[in-house]
């Protein structure tokens, strides 16, 4: 299992509501959301690979925050599923065109909340974190 980034008890501090069921689920996809963003960013870890910097570790947390606020309000349970088509049924299944969403060069609909944090933090990919 990777790093998650933030606890329930942080994610209700950071958006002033409870947190929601399946927390530490949500949390985890969206760590994971946040990794695949920064890929190839260079910031100092230690051995487990957690960051060492608070300033860091605190754009991650918010960062993942974001991400389940975003997935929540996208009406996806944190599989990515929710916004892939314009129009879903189940029963007898229907489909219907793709949605505009797009991800980013990274492949992950990251919230652009969660981007700006990261990007605030010179979190990006292939940045070099100056410590």
Do not use: H, K, N
């Amino acid at each position: 299992m990777g790093r998650v980034y933030a606890t329930p008890e942080q994610y209700a501090a950071w958006t002033g509501e409870p947190a929601p069921e399946g927390a530490e689920r949500l949390l985890a996809r969206a760590s994971e959301d946040v990794d695949s963003a920064l890929l190839t960013a260079v910031y100092p870890v230690d051995e487990d690979g957690d960051p060492t910097q608070a300033t860091i570790a605190a754009a991650l947390r918010d960062a993942t925050c974001a991400q389940v606020e975003y997935q929540l309000a996208a009406g996806d349970d944190g599989t990515g599923a929710a916004g892939q088509w314009d129009s879903v049924s189940i029963g007898p299944v229907s489909l219907s065109g793709r949605s505009g969403r797009s991800a980013g060069s990274s492949g992950v609909d990251l919230a652009p909340r969660a981007d700006r944090i990261l990007r605030r933090a010179s979190l990006e990919p292939g940045q070099v974190f100056a410590w």
